[in-house]
């Protein structure tokens, strides 16, 4: 721990001191070279510059893709082992620039794909009837089944149901569901047993969980506090669905004390706009915060 945290001051130290050294204009009384163009100078940069996001694929290790629009979108992965590949989540849009979903996936591989979707947010699920089919668990299914029947939409693609336990076979390696309900009914984390990834959906985000409630935030602590006395030891890092790459197993722990705090009323307050992209607006939720965890959270109502 010691050791990270010097290095990420080091790290940063070492990128000050590069963006110092090629930021550096030459001095005033440097003459121009003959026959030479003056040089352009140097651009305006505005600090809230943002490049319009792309949906990108990202090798994140050598059997881990991700496919997001931005970082704060819907990230999605594709794991790709020796026989087949597993593909978590289908993203928040069914195309981009003339390309489907499944076509970056295909970018990727070509190995027999294996869809599951964290939980049934839209955000996770636009692609799947690309896919012909994909596994979800029941509570997912039926709430996606729910949004069908409000919207007269048909569901187009077949629905595979997933319970806590089930074991998926990749062949080389297997997949544990592990069902971690509270941002949303139907949610299940994905543990890699050969690589220990644990995929956590919208359950575990460094950004921030959102949706959190005086009884979301019960089932929240108790999950993170399962997967932290059951299952530590297997995680290697947390793969997310938002907010950027994976990160540390610890956001588990992280997150198991936020939770803690805030049950107890002891929780650090911080701005709802101190945080990523969310709800600045709405001033009637809470955010969170300790270490690298944030809780978005929507306190009861006083009467
Ligand atoms: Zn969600």
Redesign the pocket.
């Known amino acids: 721990m010691k050791k990270s945290v010097l290095s990420l001051f080091v790290a940063s130290f070492i990128s000050v001191a590069v963006v110092a050294l090629v930021g550096q204009s030459p001095s005033a009384g440097q003459a121009q070279p003959a026959g030479q163009p003056a040089a352009a100078a140097p651009q305006a940069r505005n600090p809230l510059y943002a490049a319009p996001p792309r949906l990108a694929v990202r090798e994140i290790q050598d059997d881990l893709f991700q496919i997001a629009f931005g970082l704060d979108s819907t990230c999605m992965y594709v794991l790709v082992t020796r026989d087949k590949a597993l593909v978590v989540d289908t993203q928040t849009m069914t195309e981009f620039e003339g390309k489907k979903i499944i076509d970056y996936v295909k970018s990727i591989t070509d190995k027999p794909l294996v869809v599951v979707n964290t ?1 049934a ?1 839209r955000d ?1 699920i636009a692609g799947n009837p690309q896919f012909g089919e994909a596994h979800l668990s029941a509570p997912a299914i039926e709430e996606v089944t729910a949004a069908a029947a409000r919207d007269k939409t048909p569901i187009t693609y077949t629905m595979k149901p997933l319970k806590d336990g089930d074991l998926i076979d990749l062949g080389d390696r297997k997949i544990e569901v592990i069902a971690i309900p509270a ?2 009914p139907g949610s299940i984390a994905l543990l890699d047993h050969k690589t220990g990834y644990l995929f956590t959906g ?1 359950e575990i985000d460094p950004g921030q969980v959102v949706g959190m409630n005086p009884e979301k935030i019960q089932k929240h602590h108790a999950n993170m506090k399962m997967l932290y006395e059951k299952h530590y030891g297997k995680v290697s890092m947390i793969v997310p669905a938002h907010n950027g790459a994976p990160v540390t197993k610890r956001y588990i722990k992280y997150f198991m004390d936020l939770d803690a705090k805030i049950i107890a009323g002891t929780a650090p307050e911080v701005p709802i706009a101190d945080g990523p992209n969310y709800d600045r607006w709405n001033t009637t939720m809470t955010r969170y915060r300790e270490h690298f965890a944030s809780v978005v959270y929507t306190k009861p109502q006083s009467k």
């Open positions: 939980h947010h996770h941002h949303s919208d």
